[in-house]
């Protein structure tokens, strides 16, 4: 069974920046595309950024385009999400996956909020 483990997420005020970060196991790694998600409260779970099995393509929702930068580490089994000049509307429940054929169960997620 794939164990996904989301981590540091926190509270941060407006124009802030947070790192999270990643890390599966039970999976080849190497070979799936990987996604970030967010679900803020009452809303439906969202994609807001991808990239490939390698790390050299890349997409992003146009609400986060141009703040966050998605990466991965193939040798850690990891990926990371880079969020800069955070804003309210980031405030959400951010999860990992895998990019199609989401694997059950999710992780717990992190929580970002962004508030002054």
């Known amino acids: 069974q794939v164990q996904l483990v989301e981590s540091g997420g926190g509270l941060v005020q407006p124009g802030g920046s947070l790192r999270l970060s990643c890390t599966v196991s039970?999976?080849?790694?190497?070979?799936?595309?990987m996604g970030w998600y967010r679900q803020a409260p009452g809303k439906q779970r969202d994609l807001v950024a991808s990239?490939?099995?390698?790390?050299?393509?890349?997409n992003y929702a146009d609400s986060v385009k141009g703040r966050f930068t998605i990466s991965r580490d193939n040798a850690r089994n990891a990926v990371f999400l880079q969020m800069n000049s955070l804003k309210s509307e980031d405030t959400a429940v951010y999860y990992c996956n895998r990019l199609r054929d989401s694997w059950s169960p999710w992780g717990q997620g992190t929580q970002v909020t962004v508030s002054s």
């Open positions: 990239i490939s099995n390698g790390g050299s393509s890349t």
């Open positions: 039970g999976s080849i790694f190497s070979l799936t595309p």
